[in-house]
């Protein structure tokens, strides 16, 4: 762990500078090793959902992709908690990374042998499974490697760095789907064996990180510990209010699952065009990451993220409208299919942006405002509410477009832009909802100040 003086100096010297935090040695090679590994499970979600819809045709088989990775979060969050806090945050990283590598290893080989797509849920379990260990860990982790003062600026170059791999990611995985696909049967089996790779490249990398995480105490797993998480979680307003409006936004307002159909059946712009558009929301973030990093840290951080979110649901709703069938019948002229897609990459991109906003002002506010014992647990049930949400969130876009689709004698396209849409609207009741219940997120002041 980085000496006291070594972090009183960084803090004492860092000011409003916005790279201090990357002339930290341990931090370079976290953020470096993630950027590696998120390029990687990024062009996998890229695979995954190419793979499935091409096989199936069916929007709600999409679905379950979220269904399955949701279902390993809710089994094993609490103990991912209670280990994260009680073991070496750095040995379960390293660890879990070995077990998304096995799992990958796995997928490749379904993929090549054409085995039922059932094996292909399976493997996204285990790597679910792995991801939720993953999380808490490496949330809290990252306490230890800067001081308190910069500790905004580590969440917004991290988040930074999982965008810029989440722009790059779906572009080189579609692309790379889209040139092997005249070339070998099995493109996606090329993605995952990639992707293999790249875990274990970060592996690499956080071995020779040095910070290390000392635990004062081993609790014992019992009920009381493994709640100890939801107990703070509920205790503090501030706390429940942000992760409840995440929660919710992200369950109600996510079209990411519903692209593969948008790509092929709507805007008909092919795997390449799919990895475009899954591209825009993360470029939308690195944008914002980057006018951040050039600006003090946020004096109004509670109606910054409510105003944040709030721009998420509007855009959503333009994404859904720009797709709807019936506009083109409204407009004077003729507008040709790629400024409809380009349109498209806008409001997504947007939403991206707005996204970011929310991401850092939560995962800033998470950790400064948790006691380091129990930042393993906290950071397990954030993850808990927002990735069981943005998981089951992408199986009730699937179904409710299958629903008001094909289930109603509608066409696919017709369901996903009325999903979209409709959640957009329940985002933007959500902020107002938020903002009435908890009146002290609309009262927060700075990020870096208790």
Known sequence: MSSPENLAEEESNSG????????????????????????????????????????????????????SEMLAMLLFTLPAGHVADNFSRKGIIKFVLILSSVASLGLALISWSEANVFWIYTCLFIFAAARTFLWPASAAFVTSLVPRKIFSRAVMWNS???????????AV???????????IAHPAAVIYAINM????????LVTFVHAEHVVAKREPMTVMTLIAGFKFVFASRVILGTITLDMFAVFLGGATALLPVYAKDILRSGPSGLGILLAALPIGAVTCSLILAHRPPLQNAGRALLWAVAAFGVATILFGLLNAPSLGRWLPVSVPSHVWFWLSFATLFT?????????????????ILTPDEKRGRVSAVNSLFIGTSNEFGGFESCGVAEWLGPAMGNSVAFGANLSV???????????????LIWPEIRKYGRLDAH
């Not at 995985?173 to 092997?180: E, M, N, R, S, W």
């Open 173 to 183: 995985g579609g692309a790379l789907i889209a040139a092997l696909h005249t070339r």
């Open 16 to 67: 409003n500078d916005s790279y201090a935090v990357l002339r930290n040695r341990d931090f370079r090679l976290y953020i470096i090793g993630r950027l590696v590994s998120v390029l990687g499970s990024q062009m996998l979600a890229v695979a995954v959902g190419w793979e499935i819809y091409e096989r199936t045709h069916s929007a709600l088989k999409l679905g379950y992709v979220g269904l």
């Open 351 to 367: 939403c991206g942006a707005a996204d970011n906003i929310s991401v850092i002002i939560r995962q800033t506010l998470v950790q």
């Open 197 to 204: 790779l790249t875990a274990l490249t970060c592996f690499t």
């Open 421 to 435: 849409i409709v959640g957009g609207v329940g985002t933007i009741l959500v902020v107002i909802a938020v903002a």
């Open 160 to 170: 930074g760095m999982f965008q810029l791999a989440s722009v790059v990611g779906p």
